[in-house]
């Protein structure tokens, strides 16, 4: 049975979120869960909850690594935190898949040091599912691993974010588009336009450049970019949609017949959050990492974690890592030969 | 008296948002206006509208520039197209400024070659204009005129839109942002990080790093970034809106409730995308080129035209290419000499 391990000293609600979002989880899907933390305080939240007969057990770690610290000196120093012991877990000890909401960069820097990358990933990379006009989720990565790229890096989150597609989205042949500032072949910056290169030679399904107003049309499964790229695009997304909302809030607050009509199309307005909201789509995987890890938000809510969980199991049960590992063969592509 | 070149050829439109744009200018702000393109087609759509008294003259352009075409061709080889006529009037008759939808990239090159940058710019950056949730604009650049950047182009970048700030929209001590991936001085990719330095010791009101959420949020009034990055913001920002406006529509149409109160919300909904029109701010600025350039949207409308007037008109009266050479000369850059 997979087994996942959630750090459950991450969000910033923790571990309230954590151990109600694994409670969820195990119910509702059977999943077993080993909630990793500060076990009193865990085991006082779970108390709170119904969980006889849940698969759920709890592993203690001391410490706890913020948000704050710098990701390579936690992972270095904080040799008892949550995550460490989640990786250990993982490493050791028949978990197959992790899941925490904390410092992003702590629990790659973690993970990597534990585990170590799978043996033909150069970089791993940080993915996040958008949601589009046509329903389908659509897949951009890098969202902030990697700052600095190489087109070869591009190609590889390119292969990751393809197996990522079939895999979990059972989308057979995933459109994979680069990001760039136009669609003819010869736009873009000097890492795009290399990368372009190498992506038209890999076997996917490279359908060219894609413009920032095409992520959310629904006609790009997987969009490759830069992680400094990414994590702007990503952001500015999440900022953007606040600011629809806030402002939506205020034109319909002015008038009486905007209230009224407010009033009436409330349902729609919850469904419409609901579609944008990342919680429904399960956090952000970390691929390329040997052990499937999944970040949350630190701002997760229980429904967040519960989806990730979620999203961390058939990760494992498609053995996405397995498959990335050869596809990658199949290409003879390996880290020490390198690309392009 | 002011007068201003307007490329009648440029829009999707064309000549006719152009001449009308033009029309409503003069009638409403009594702006002079030279249309230049083709007079048989530009006079045309002029008989369709009341133009009696008002300061409008027409100049024959034979060539017209297609979006398609590259850039540097099309400024090299089409000597008599609708810009680069309009820019000999700048450089020659006493136009002050120019406004065109056509494709940016040649009217920046036909103005550079035309007429040059500014003594002490590296390279002129386009910038917009983007509405907040407080409701002043902020001013984002560049958004692709240079997409490979060093660190000292984002400083004159940043000195840049701090006198546009100040010029245009009286701010008296623009905040300037870096747009970065995290708000810590050390976040961030090689150039950013490089640039923050420099921004630092930069004479203006340098805030740090902002992230994309920053952006819309109405606490920072200049945003500097490298084109690559400030144009995938740009369309990222532009498709997300239209997505946001057509899966609102979509919920709002799904119920009978939902439709009764988007007929009572109507007029809000109208306020609200009136707020997110691109077309109320009057375009993108090329800053740093000797003659005032503003660029529209290939998609504009007569209304965007006629900001995109009052905006020139403005950037004329308050002299801004003259404030920019000071500010640099104040600083000791000079583009011979270099920064960083």
């Known amino acids: 049975m997979i087994k996942i391990a959630v750090d459950a000293m991450g969000?910033?609600?923790?571990?309230?979120?954590?151990?109600?979002?694994?409670?969820?989880?195990?119910?509702?899907?059977?999943?077993?869960i080993v909630l990793v933390g500060q076990e009193d305080r865990v085991h006082e939240i779970l108390r709170s909850h119904d969980t006889s007969g849940l698969p759920i057990e709890v592993v203690h770690a001391s410490e706890v690594i913020t948000m704050e610290e710098s990701a390579a000196t936690a992972a270095r120093r904080k040799k008892d935190s949550s995550v460490r012991v989640a990786a250990r877990l993982m490493r050791d000890s028949g978990v197959f898949g992790i899941v925490s909401a904390g410092n992003t960069g702590a629990v790659m820097a973690t993970v990597k040091m534990v585990l170590g990358t799978l043996p033909v990933v150069d970089?791993?990379?940080?993915?996040t599912v958008?949601?589009?006009?046509?329903?389908?989720?659509?897949?951009?990565?890098?969202?902030g691993a990697n700052v600095d790229c190489k087109p070869h890096h591009l190609e590889q989150f390119a292969i990751m974010g393809d197996v990522y597609s079939r895999a979990i989205f059972g989308i057979r042949r995933p459109r994979v588009g680069l990001l760039s500032i136009g669609e003819e072949d010869s736009k873009g910056n000097e890492l795009t336009k290399e990368a372009f290169k190498s992506l038209k030679r890999a076997p996917i399904n490279f359908i060219g450049n894609v413009e920032g107003r095409d992520i959310f049309k629904g006609d790009v499964d997987v969009i490759v970019c830069d992680g400094f790229t990414g994590n702007v695009a990503l952001k500015l997304s999440e900022g953007l949609i606040e600011t629809f909302t806030a402002m939506l809030g205020q034109e319909l607050q002015k008038t009486l017949s905007a209230k009224v009509g407010y009033i009436f199309a409330q349902k729609a307005f919850r469904e419409f959050k609901r579609r944008l909201d990342y919680s429904e789509y399960g956090g952000a995987p970390l691929l390329g990492l040997k052990g499937i890890t999944i970040v949350c938000h630190g701002r997760s809510n229980a429904n967040a974690i519960k989806n990730a969980i979620r999203v961390a199991n058939e990760f494992c049960k498609h053995n996405v890592n397995r498959v990335i590992e050869t596809e990658f063969t199949k290409l003879?592509?390996?880290?020490?030969?390198?690309?392009t």
Chains 1, 2 share one sequence.
């Open 332 to 339: 003879g592509i390996s880290r020490t030969a390198g690309v």
């Open 130 to 143: 958008l949601p589009t006009q046509k329903g389908k989720p659509a897949i951009l990565l890098d969202v």
């Open 11 to 32: 969000s910033d609600q923790a571990p309230a979120v954590e151990v109600e979002g694994a409670v969820q989880a195990a119910a509702q899907y059977g999943i077993s």
């Open 123 to 127: 970089r791993p990379a940080l993915s």
